[in-house]
């Protein structure tokens, strides 16, 4: 590490000398102090770059999110982050744990979820309104994720509770209870 510290050194003499013609002038020493400086602070401005890219992957999958009932697509949402979609893909898997197909697949089913437990709408059009292409699609996802249909889930999402769920808080709640009597039996 010394090696490199006396390398910076001798290079910022070196364009001491070269720019300021010699003299030395308190200018021009200042300003290539300051280049010099901006270097070694990299680490700091990358830390600062690592934030903004983590607070925009977050925008980003609250959009996705928001969107999960629409019709999506990485290349937009990568153009909207300002990023190429391959980086876009790597960020966002690096910083939620999941890909965006991942994440969108699970807002989907989230959505199905709560509209079967606080509605009474077909499974037709709840499978329209969180996004999936039709009922087949949203019943695999289903039996894949949560091994059961989405006509079982909702009786038992209603039996559980008596009916309708009123807010979102209490289908989690079932639904824990209901998962812990899955992994008991």
């Known amino acids: 590490m010394s090696t490199r510290v006396s390398s910076v050194a001798a290079i910022k003499d070196s364009a001491l000398m070269s720019v300021s013609g010699g003299d030395g002038s308190n200018a021009m020493r200042a300003t290539t102090t300051d280049i010099f400086l901006n ?23 609250r959009n996705l999110e928001l969107a999960c009932g629409n019709r999506v697509s990485t290349a937009e949402a990568a153009q909207r982050a300002a990023m190429s979609e391959r980086t876009f893909l790597r960020r966002f898997k690096q910083t939620l744990g999941v890909s965006p197909r991942e994440f969108l697949r ?61 807010c979102p808080t209490q289908a989690c709640a079932v639904e824990t209870t209901q998962v812990q009597l899955k992994s008991e039996v």
Request: net charge positive; hydrophobic share 40%.
């Open 39 to 61: 270097y070694r602070n990299r680490p700091a401005r990358k830390a600062q770059r690592e934030a903004r890219i983590e607070g925009l992957m977050r925008v980003s999958a």
């Open 106 to 166: 699970r807002a989907r089913l989230e959505r199905a979820r709560s509209l079967l437990a606080q509605t009474d709408l077909p499974i037709e059009k709840i499978a329209r309104q969180a996004g999936f292409v039709g009922r087949n699609c949203m019943a695999n996802l289903f039996r894949r994720h949560l091994a059961t249909t989405p006509t079982e889930y909702r009786a038992g999402v209603r039996s559980a509770t008596g009916g309708l769920f009123n």
